[in-house]
């Protein structure tokens, strides 16, 4: 049953954010700034289907254990591709409340996101063995989740200064992501109910999605 339900919930989410990514790249119109969501919604789903393919043909077949390789590739992937989602987002975030200059904050979104990718990188993350230490899972989050926060930050507050209603719960959209992501990768590997965490995470980033979406259909006309 966890292997029908979870594949079925994988394959409507892959779907549902590259489709949307897709039709915003289309119908943005020109607007960069919609154009850059549809890039950063393809990104999204296609990062995280290196990882929720290869899961969802191990759940449907032999077992989690005969994958470990291609899920530890997966996560690989994912956890780069989900840090090129996090500087899409801030260009977003540029472009909508027509912010210029501020090149120390831009510095900063570049150094968080070049720390995570290279401790990503590190052999000491042992992404294909199936005992991946912990330590470098934290030590690979701890860049993320202050790129994460500074993003929380700039949406609230922008999104409060200028009344924009549209993106008024972006911010919040984020928080849900990192507060679901951030017990699983402390405690999944003993406590395994708590993987199922990454269900609220996956709706939270549709969420992030669907703003875009309908931001872009109600100013893009």
Request: proline fraction near 3%; glycine fraction near 6%; include cysteine.
């Amino acid at each position: 049953m966890q292997a029908i339900m979870e594949t079925l919930f994988d394959v409507v989410y892959l779907t549902s954010v590259i489709t949307i990514g897709c039709l915003m790249i289309r119908g943005s119109k020109g607007n960069r700034q919609f154009r850059l969501f549809g890039w950063m919604a393809v990104i999204l789903g296609a990062g995280d289907a290196f990882h929720l393919v290869p899961r969802a043909l191990a759940l449907c077949t032999t077992g989690l254990e005969n994958y470990t390789v291609a899920l530890g590739l997966g996560k690989w992937i994912t956890s780069v591709t989900m840090t090129i989602f996090y500087v899409l987002l801030y260009y977003v975030w540029r472009q909508r409340y027509q912010v210029h200059g501020q090149n120390n904050l831009t510095a900063v979104v570049y150094l968080l996101s070049a720390l995570r990718i290279i401790l990503c990188m590190m052999p000491q993350n042992e992404w294909l063995s199936a005992d991946a230490p912990l330590s470098w899972g934290i030590y690979r989050n701890i860049p993320f989740a202050l790129l994460g926060l500074l993003i929380i930050a700039l949406f609230y507050r922008n999104a409060k200064q200028h009344n924009d209603r549209a993106f008024c719960w972006m911010w919040l959209t984020i928080v849900l992501s990192f507060a679901f992501y951030i017990p699983v990768v402390l405690w999944a590997d003993t406590i395994p109910m708590i993987g199922m965490l990454m269900i609220p995470k996956t709706c939270a980033y549709v969420w992030t999605v669907l703003i875009g979406y309908f931001a872009m259909k109600q100013e893009c006309k």
